[in-house]
């Protein structure tokens, strides 16, 4: 099996004229995790997301023909120089160059907002990531005059994976699956998939509660690093294909249930892979327990559906159906936000992907 996109195939460069692209591309949240990977961003277990539609990334391009013999590359966050990103982006930038040589013709200002607070702490490499292979792919298209072509989606999933893993799924919505999974033939570990779920499913709410704001101590590359020779790296990976086949037919279904049983396995399987690692870390606070204890008690005491799920940090993704949005948001006002740090929470939803931006 191949783990590079295939080159294009061409004989010559084509011309690339001046112009803007623009896009939008969600954050997304994965219920079944991807934790562990091998060659280049090959995941060890299939995962599954919603796609978020608040937390998002927009990226302008502005491109034309390079006019100097190493074509240039501007990048700037929130309308200021971003050298910080500078290096992760270059590299990222060369690997799709060997996929669309047009690139190193091509000079490249690059400018990216998010839609959350810096300080929020969500991780924004899926966001980030997938707007990006979105521009570059739009440009490197349009110079062969073939965007957009029905095919164009599955390859910037393909070209985003390579960016971050997590961000291959953002470029679909409301729910995408990376990675192969026997019970859907067209998976594929190369590029995510759109998948079809309950109407329910399309309403539910992500209330993203900001624990702690501080950049994680161990990344998340770091982390999928340290599954390899895992003492539970097998059974975990197990596991995740074994929570993904109980959770396909919940979300076509509607049983939030489940879905819900699942989403919390998955987040403290997560959490306890990094706190079994060598070397080990524990990234959750005392205050991502104390939510999850609340979150636990209201389901248990007030039967309303809510669960949670952990990303590689401190925060809780708090879940929960559109119809209970009322009862859920007055909680959350009364004994969630004074767990959160500064109050801070982000009240998300469920979306339906990326947007091109005029
Ligand atoms: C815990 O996609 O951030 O959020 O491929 O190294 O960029 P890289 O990792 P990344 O890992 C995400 C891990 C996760 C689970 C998930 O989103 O599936």
Not at 68 to 77: D, G, H, L, T, W
Not at 87 to 101: C, G, K, Q, T
Request: glycine share 6%.
């Amino acid at each position: 099996m191949t783990t590079l996109p295939e080159r294009d195939d061409r004989k010559t460069t084509p011309a690339i004229q001046e112009g803007v692209v623009r896009w939008r591309s969600p954050s997304n949240i994965a219920i079944v995790k991807y934790w562990g990977k091998y060659g280049e961003q090959m995941p060890c277990n299939p995962s599954l997301s919603l796609t978020l539609s608040k937390a998002y990334t927009e990226t302008q391009i502005r491109f034309g023909p390079r006019k100097e013999e190493v074509p240039a590359r501007e990048f700037s966050f929130h309308g200021n120089p971003a050298p910080q990103f500078a290096r992760r982006i270059e590299s990222y930038l060369e690997r799709l160059a060997d996929v669309f040589p047009v690139i190193n013709e091509t000079d490249l200002h690059i400018d990216s907002e998010n839609s959350f607070p810096h300080s929020a702490g969500i991780a924004s490499s899926a966001s980030a990531m997938s707007a990006l292979a979105l521009g570059i792919g739009e440009i490197a298209y349009k110079a062969e005059s073939k965007f957009p072509d029905k095919a164009f989606m599955q390859r910037v999933s393909q070209l985003a994976r390579l960016g971050s893993g997590s961000a291959c799924r953002s470029v679909f919505g409301p729910a995408a699956l990376w990675g192969e999974a026997p019970e859907i033939p067209e998976s594929s570990q190369e590029y995510a998939i759109p998948v079809e779920i309950h109407s329910d499913f399309h309403r539910v709410c992500d209330t993203i509660l900001i624990v702690d704001d501080a950049a994680k101590a161990v990344s998340s590359r770091a982390g999928h690093m340290l599954m390899e020779g895992h003492i539970f790296a097998s059974a975990r990976f197990a596991q995740a294909r074994s929570n993904l086949k109980r959770l396909l037919p919940a979300l076509r279904n509607g049983d939030f249930e489940t879905f819900g049983r699942i989403a919390e396995d998955e987040a403290l399987t997560l959490h306890a892979m990094m706190m079994t690692s060598k070397p080990a870390y524990v990234l959750i606070k005392p205050n991502t327990l104390a939510i999850i204890e609340e979150i636990r008690k209201l389901r248990q005491e007030r039967k309303v559906p809510v669960c949670f799920t952990l990303d590689a940090g401190p925060n809780v993704h708090l879940l929960y159906p559109g119809s209970a949005k009322k009862v859920v948001e007055e909680w959350i006002g009364e004994t969630l936000m004074p767990l959160c740090k500064n109050g801070l929470l982000i009240h998300d939803r469920v979306g339906t992907g990326p947007e091109k931006l005029e």
